[in-house]
């Protein structure tokens, strides 16, 4: 049964890496937080991001459009995971991705005021930028 579970799995390159497979980790649970921001009333999850955003600007509708874009990014990330090895215009875009969602977040926390520097944004702000630096030190690994 194992076996065909790490068939499922992305390849890497003959030397291995694990790369591909943070980011079909990343996409899945995106996927999940997409799937969240649709199938709940509840915006908790989203005001602990945007902390200090005024009550009124987190509503179910912008909960629901930065689930879309988080879907979005999930899918590039999800294609990256599979096709990231020798493709260098997935490998970049995927790249982007990560420099986009970082670049929100830091806007919304040090130019907006809309988050604050606590659990909900350490999530995305490590994430972004912990795989954006593992991808630009990697790059030439993953395209030799």
């Known amino acids: 049964m194992v076996p065909y579970f790490q068939s499922l799995l992305p390849t890497t390159t003959a030397q291995g890496g694990y790369l591909p497979h943070w980011l079909l980790f990343i996409s899945v649970v995106s ?14 999850l989203t005001r602990r ?4 955003a005024p009550r009124d600007q987190i509503t179910p509708l912008s909960a629901r459009t930065f689930g879309t ?4 990014t999930s ?3 999800f294609y990256g995971a599979y096709y990231l090895v020798g493709n260098k215009q997935i490998y970049e875009l995927c790249m982007w991705s990560f420099a986009v969602a970082g670049g929100h977040f830091i806007s919304e926390w040090l130019y907006f005021g809309n988050c ?26 993953y395209l030799a």
């Open 116 to 141: 604050k520097l606590g659990k909900g944004l350490a999530g995305p702000l490590i994430v972004s930028s912990l795989s954006l630096t593992w991808m630009y030190l990697q790059k030439d690994f």
């Open 69 to 72: 874009w988080t879907f979005i």
């Open 49 to 52: 991001v945007y902390e200090s």
């Open 75 to 77: 899918i590039v990330r």
């Open 31 to 44: 996927i999940f937080n997409s799937v969240q921001t649709y199938s709940t009333p509840d915006l908790s």
